[in-house]
């Protein structure tokens, strides 16, 4: 004990209060960590001004960052006080924490920029006579104002990023790596506010552009070149709020008056929510990872393991294996319901009843994934199709000139469910089916192996066999296998094994035991359900007369998920009737065709 006590009186010693610069540098390390972190904050402060146009400049190699935006500005007032330390006109009190309805609200933005870099804002509000410039020092305050002439809007110059901080600068990636990673946080903006121009300029020259869209699926093509708007399906939902969750009308109200949101809010009441959901149809855009499954809430992109796994899970068994879905979904919830307090990036958060979200997903998903009036548009140049006109051109022996066809607007949509009219069966394998808008070819085996997987998901029904299946040789991971998908097996003697009940979809059938050694090779309940409903489907090559085609048509448009098996292989090819009327030139008149 002698000796205890000089050790404690000299840990006690080390104690001591940081330094206000260290303060402040460690608290601008969290919120401005790169120049993506810059932008990011920078056009997160133009959308809170209700900005229509963004223009970003960049100088890497200076380390530095410029941000315009025609917004609604600030006055001197604002100017003098922007930069000061936990300085912000979004939030007045503790309170307002549980109900953020503006992308920034902490105000360390700004401050943390003065410590680690050289800040100027010239700024005119709209109603304003003349603008100002203002350049602050390192604690935020304004060093240097003067009038200037600059149109209503904000301009922000941040130079000399981390010129205190050597060593940050040599911790960071390379240019090119940063410049990606700012790309990436312009197009993550972009898709929660569709309706703003982004404009990005490198070195004094033009780098991208992104246009303002109506919805967030005309603006998705903007970003992923490889997929057309007509391979993507969009909902846009009203919800009920979760039932227990006490609602601040008044204010969610004025949130969504002057929220920058442009979808989904302007679809809000105030006793509701608002759902919207971009899907890459299944049987046309899919990806090798899971890189575009996209969660945004309240106009920001957030990490949401939860809400993630809950998308994939609803595509599972409509996409090919190792392929994962394109989907970007937005939520707009009343901010009391969630925490943003998570994370100093705002891309973490906590949010309440999150169960019931995740339902109210998996429907939305399931709703963009069926065929109906509302959803089939179908594009007769989607790769696939326009490869096959491509090549029957070709042996027809003429070409037309496809910038004279502009068809794609005059798309049919109409309502598959009993306008489908089976019409023939080709090599036994294909049903070809007529409807106002044109004619499609359905894959006989795929379409019922879709109609039978949701039919075992919704009732995985096993039933008692006699005489029980006797096996040979099987192995005991396949035994375990057998026993996990809930079969009665049990030993029958040496190296035998006697399966007394079995999927009933199999029981008709004559290769019952060669079903059962394919289901005891592994994987879960929805594995070998996909499995049996794989084996029970007509097989290609089965002739069908028009009733059983018509029956097989109906059952299959009434799926869930009818674009895909259960493997994700596309189950139906449309040629619309505008495609076939330009391939067959009926626009033509007949004198001026033949010179006359």
Not at 63 to 68: D, E, I, L, N, Q
Not at 482 to 505: H, K, S, T, Y
């Amino acid at each position: 004990m002698v000796g205890y006590w000089p050790t404690l009186e000299f840990m006690a010693s080390t104690i001591q209060a940081l330094p206000t610069e260290v303060v402040y540098l460690i608290t601008a390390g969290e919120v401005i960590d790169s120049l993506a972190s810059v932008v990011r904050e920078l056009v997160e402060n133009s959308l809170d001004a209700g900005a229509t146009r963004i223009v970003v400049s960049l100088w890497p190699q200076q380390w530095r960052v410029r941000v315009a935006d025609n917004g609604c500005g600030m006055n001197l007032d604002d100017l003098q006080q922007a930069a000061a330390a936990h300085s912000t006109s979004k939030i007045r009190s503790s309170a307002d924490l549980w109900k953020i309805t503006s992308l920034g609200f902490r105000g360390e933005a700004l401050h943390s920029l003065t410590t680690l870099a050289n800040l100027e804002i010239l700024s005119r509000p709209g109603d304003g006579k003349v603008g100002w410039q203002v350049v602050y020092g390192d604690r935020g305050q304004a060093v240097q104002v003067e009038a200037t002439a600059i149109a209503p809007g904000t301009v922000v110059t941040v130079s000399n990023l981390f010129a205190n901080c050597p060593a940050r600068r040599q911790g960071l990636p390379t240019t090119a790596v940063q410049m990606k990673a700012v790309q990436g946080i312009i197009q993550q903006i972009a898709l929660c506010h569709p309706h703003v121009t982004y404009q990005v300029w490198q070195n004094d020259r033009e780098w991208f552009t992104i246009c303002p869209a109506a919805t967030v699926g005309q603006l998705l093509p903007q970003i992923l070149p490889q997929v057309r708007q007509a391979d993507l399906q969009e909902v846009n939902l009203e919800l009920p709020n979760p039932q227990n969750l006490e609602l601040s009308t008044q204010h969610f109200s004025r949130s969504i008056e002057h929220s920058a949101l442009n979808t989904p809010n302007s679809a809000l009441s105030t006793q509701h929510s608002a759902l919207t959901l971009v899907v890459g149809l299944p049987d046309r855009c899919h990806r090798h990872r899971p890189d575009w499954v996209r969660v945004a809430i309240n106009g920001r992109m957030v990490k949401s393991p939860e809400l993630e796994q809950t998308i994939l899970s609803a595509f599972h068994k409509t996409l090919p294996r190792d392929r994962y879905p394109v989907c970007f979904l937005h939520l707009a919830i009343s901010p009391n319901q969630i925490n943003w307090n998570r994370h100093p990036a705002k891309t973490e958060i906590y949010l309440n009843e999150i169960s019931y979200w995740q339902e109210q997903i998996t429907q939305a998903i399931n709703q963009a994934l069926r065929i109906s009036s509302a959803n089939l548009k179908e594009s007769v140049h989607t790769t696939r199709v326009s490869k096959l006109l491509k090549a029957a051109e070709e042996k027809g022996g003429y070409n037309f000139n496809r910038k004279n066809g502009n068809g794609d607007a005059h798309n049919s949509e109409i309502s598959p469910q009993h306008s489908l009219k089976a019409v023939a069966q080709v090599s036994n394998t294909y049903i070809v089916a007529e409807h106002p808008g044109g004619m499609w070819l359905v894959e006989q085996h795929i379409a019922h192996e879709r109609i039978l997987y949701e039919q075992l998901c919704d009732n995985w029904q096993l039933v008692p066999i006699e005489p029980p299946i006797i096996l040979y040789q099987l192995s005991p991971a396949q035994v375990s296998q057998l026993q996990r998908i809930n079969l009665d097996i049990e030993p029958f003697g040496e190296q035998l094994w006697a399966v007394r009940n079995l999927p009933a979809m199999l029981q008709q059938r004559e290769d019952c035991a060669e079903a059962i050694l394919e289901l005891s090779l592994g994987g879960d309940l929805q594995t070998a359900q996909v499995a049996v409903a794989c084996r029970s489907a007509i097989r290609n090559g089965t002739p069908m007369n028009i009733s059983e085609m018509q029956k097989l048509l109906d059952d299959w448009q009434r799926t869930r998920n009818p674009r895909t098996c259960p493997h994700g292989r596309p189950i139906y090819l449309s040629l619309d009737e505008s495609s076939l009327a330009r391939f067959f030139r009926r626009n033509w008149v007949i004198g001026k065709s033949h010179g006359i």
